[in-house]
């Protein structure tokens, strides 16, 4: 089944391949010309079979620490987003001239969590993708590190290149690493296997998954690809994860790497988009009955059943359901600002059109605009 798996991610038509910093540059920080060419030439070769690519590239930090003479990603944020501007340049000119050998054009996308968590800089995204594809061009793909504020400080790549699988629908995810795939245990140890294949998330619940590796250059690691995994698979996409070394026995089909499957229940791409996309910009906590109404019924959230609201959020921002005990529910998009509702909460329909008129008797989150936590983690 999992050789199956592997054959149909190396046929896919559109494919999302995402390289980390440490399959990319030096130990020391500076772009590894050797590495990038060898990424470049299995990556030119599947294009030009008809295949059709998207390559999500971390490394505009680890590239520009050696031209600045820094020997370690800067935990400052103001010299992190310099370094990157420095850094982001490098790499894509590099990407460029390797491309070039094999007639193939690139293009940069910078994206940052305002572009993923707005639907209409979501769609937009999609709109230039869907060009640039058609004009066969490779879209190489990055974090807006220049600018970014939250998404530098974890570097988080991975979930970008889940959430762009489903923006662009693709057929196969492939996270490139600097191991050969997801271990029981830290590479290295005596104990330590490769896991093949992941049918379903409880076959990894006992696996040491860790975050990143010991190189300095990079900011992930194992836990954010399988987060970007169960990204994929929710949306019915195949993903694999392993060595950059291995890219080309990936697009062979070959037995190398942890497969994943994709979920048997594939979610819409609305609710993928409101699940993995969106920023949440506050909570609002529900009583019991609120609670069943919304799990166990799927209807609306009501303002009858809101006890408290945090945050500030305004109309279409993305919000966390919470029941009164702090358990996180899901999350939806809100009618309402935050300073609207505290006047609402706890009324019913009749008393709201009573107190404010028409308009405020309408949900906090209509069920259409919510997605449940149980939702959000791919049924295999």
Not at 129 to 147: S, W
Not at 322 to 343: A, H, I, K, W
Request: glycine share 10%; aromatic share 4%; charged share 20%.
């Amino acid at each position: 089944m999992s050789q199956d798996l592997r054959t149909q991610i190396s046929k896919a038509k559109r494919i999302v391949v995402k390289v980390g910093s440490s399959s990319l540059t030096t130990a020391q920080g500076g772009i590894d010309t050797q590495r990038v060419n060898a990424i470049v030439d299995s990556l030119a070769k599947h294009k030009n079979a008809g295949h059709e690519i998207v390559l999500v590239s971390s490394g505009a930090i680890a590239a520009g620490l050696s031209p600045l003479g820094l020997t370690s990603r800067p935990k400052d944020l103001a010299l992190q987003q310099a370094v990157a501007s420095v850094g982001q340049g490098l790499l894509v000119h590099r990407y460029a001239e390797s491309f070039a050998k094999h007639g193939i054009t690139v293009g940069q996308v910078l994206l940052t969590a305002e572009d993923m968590s707005r639907r209409s800089n979501y769609r937009n995204a999609q709109r230039t993708f869907a060009k640039l594809l058609e004009l066969g061009v490779i879209p190489i793909v990055n974090e807006n590190d220049t600018v970014a504020t939250d998404e530098i400080r974890v570097g988080d790549n991975d979930r970008l290149a889940g959430i762009v699988t489903h923006l662009i629908n693709a057929e196969a995810l492939v996270l490139l690493s600097d191991v050969d795939g997801l271990m029981t245990a830290p590479p290295g140890e005596t104990n330590s296997k490769l896991i093949s294949e992941v049918k379903t998330f409880d076959d990894i619940s006992g696996a040491q998954i860790g975050g990143a590796g010991n190189s300095g250059v990079g900011s992930g690691g194992m836990s954010t690809k399988v987060q970007a995994a169960r990204i994929a698979t929710a949306g019915g996409v195949p993903t694999i994860v392993t060595s950059a070394s291995n890219l080309s026995f990936v697009f062979e089909g070959k037995d190398v790497g942890t497969v994943f499957h994709p979920g048997k229940e594939k979610l819409s791409a609305r609710s993928l988009w409101l699940a993995h996309a969106t920023d949440v910009r506050g909570s609002i906590s529900i009583d019991q009955g609120a609670v069943i109404a919304v799990t166990e019924k799927r209807a609306s959230l009501l303002p009858a059943g809101i006890k408290n609201v945090t945050g500030e959020f305004e109309v279409g921002d993305a919000v966390e359901i919470v029941s009164e005990n702090g358990t996180v529910l899901g999350r939806g998009l809100v009618n309402f600002d935050s300073s609207e509702l505290p006047n609402l909460m706890g009324k019913n329909s009749a008393k709201l059109l009573q107190e404010f008129g028409e308009g405020y008797d309408k949900e906090v989150i209509h069920r259409d605009d919510l997605v449940l936590i149980d939702e959000q983690v791919s049924k295999n």
